[in-house]
């Protein structure tokens, strides 16, 4: 069953600006973590929150995790075009790391 | 490249056929995943593998047959397949969360297989 769900499913802006992306989660989890995917290609891991963390930051993403709600954010600052891809939150409770149905983000130059 | 490897990377069959996609991975992971991805679907957590034992089954047909005979290793059999399960078939590896702690437990992913059954 899918677990996180991504806020909107799609977003297109302009070179230069931030991108917000949301996830909402339904059950307890160890860690969340956030992949990136190419049109039709693997999936490639970006940054990770711990359970107990509430924030964390790797070069232009800035990540929110608010456990009391269930939902985290993804923050992509000053957009390039190559960040144009979908972008997925992903819950680890255990063995499972289940993802949720992606944003696509669409950077113009 | 991410040290994950699928073969082959794409792959047609009839629905009486039998295939196997293959996933081999290179970075001491103990735990191997199968995803499916489909068209405006999310990804498919199918079958996840610790240290070679399946621990999770996530309700998946039985014509979709997982084998894991080593941790490096992971395979998917695949026999009368409807045109349904056309889909980007993943692969990934970590590290075991449960026995790992609270190591990093990132899957890294292989390229997948588009595969189209006719």
């Known amino acids: 069953s899918q677990q996180g769900e991504e806020d909107p499913q799609a977003l297109s802006i302009q070179e230069g600006e931030n991108a917000t992306m949301n996830c909402s989660y339904k059950t307890s989890i160890n860690n969340l973590q956030w992949y990136r995917q190419n049109s039709g290609r693997g999936l490639v891991h970006l940054i990770l929150i711990r359970s107990n963390e509430r924030e964390k930051h790797s070069g232009r993403l800035r990540v929110t995790l608010d456990t009391s709600k269930k939902s985290s954010s993804l923050l992509i600052t000053a957009s390039r075009a190559a960040d144009t891809a979908s972008y997925f939150c992903?819950?680890?409770?255990?063995?499972?790391?289940?993802f949720g149905g992606g944003t696509r983000l669409m950077v113009k130059p | 490249e991410t040290g994950v490897t699928q073969t082959p990377r794409h792959l047609v069959m009839g629905m009486t056929n039998k295939k196997s996609l293959k996933c081999e991975q290179h970075l001491g992971h103990n735990a191997m995943y199968w995803y499916k991805q489909s068209a405006k679907k999310p990804l498919e957590l199918m079958f996840v593998y610790s240290l070679e034992e399946r621990v999770e089954n996530n309700s998946v047909p039985s014509r979709f047959s997982p084998e894991c005979p080593n941790s490096s290793h992971l395979f998917l059999h695949l026999h009368t397949l409807q045109p349904e399960d056309s889909a980007l078939y993943l692969c990934a590896s970590s590290q075991d969360y449960v026995k790992a702690g609270t190591v990093n437990t990132e899957a890294f992913f292989g390229q997948g297989t588009r595969l189209t059954v006719v």
């Open positions: 992903a819950t680890r409770a255990g063995n499972m790391l289940t």
